[in-house]
């Protein structure tokens, strides 16, 4: 599935209903990465994969020039987590563990469980 936020185009996978847990994929993936996850989880949670920027049909990043950050891929997951009434629980593995680590941070009074698979560590900074 494909959503327009602003200037930019997110891909997705959206399945499954009940509790929402949100997947970040690692560097030189994509959101296929959590195929079989995905089905192992469908029957009783709402699961939402995502495309970082750059990757699938996500828009690269182009924002005047700036360096993109952390929050930027957090900010792809803002429809979804300001819709949803209840806790959330975010999944990433490796860079996409970073990401994760940010929208617990960002997203702290909705966090219900942050997983993390072979996460790098990433230096917090207010932006």
């Given at each position: 599935?494909?959503?327009?936020?602003?200037?930019?185009t997110?891909?997705?996978h959206?399945?499954?209903?009940g509790?929402?847990?949100?997947?970040?994929?690692s560097?030189?993936?994509?959101?296929?990465?959590?195929h079989s996850l995905?089905?192992l989880?469908?029957n009783?949670?709402?699961?939402i994969a995502?495309n970082?920027?750059?990757?699938?049909?996500?828009?690269?990043w182009?924002?005047?020039?700036?360096?993109?950050?952390l929050?930027?891929?957090?900010?792809?997951t803002e429809?979804?987590?300001?819709?949803y009434?209840g806790?959330?629980t975010?999944?990433?593995?490796?860079?996409?563990g970073?990401v994760a680590?940010?929208?617990a941070?960002?997203f702290q009074?909705k966090l219900?469980?942050?997983?993390?698979?072979?996460?790098n560590a990433?230096?917090?900074?207010k932006?």
């Amino acid at each position: 599935m494909l959503l327009k936020i602003k200037n930019t185009t997110l891909e997705y996978h959206r399945v499954g209903s009940g509790p929402l847990i949100i997947l970040f994929h690692s560097t030189a993936s994509s959101l296929n990465q959590w195929h079989s996850l995905i089905n192992l989880l469908k029957n009783e949670y709402e699961i939402i994969a995502i495309n970082l920027f750059g990757y699938g049909l996500t828009s690269k990043w182009i924002e005047n020039n700036n360096p993109q950050n952390l929050l930027d891929h957090v900010k792809l997951t803002e429809p979804f987590i300001n819709s949803y009434k209840g806790k959330i629980t975010f999944i990433g593995h490796s860079f996409g563990g970073s990401v994760a680590m940010r929208a617990a941070l960002e997203f702290q009074i909705k966090l219900n469980k942050l997983i993390l698979l072979e996460p790098n560590a990433f230096f917090y900074s207010k932006q």
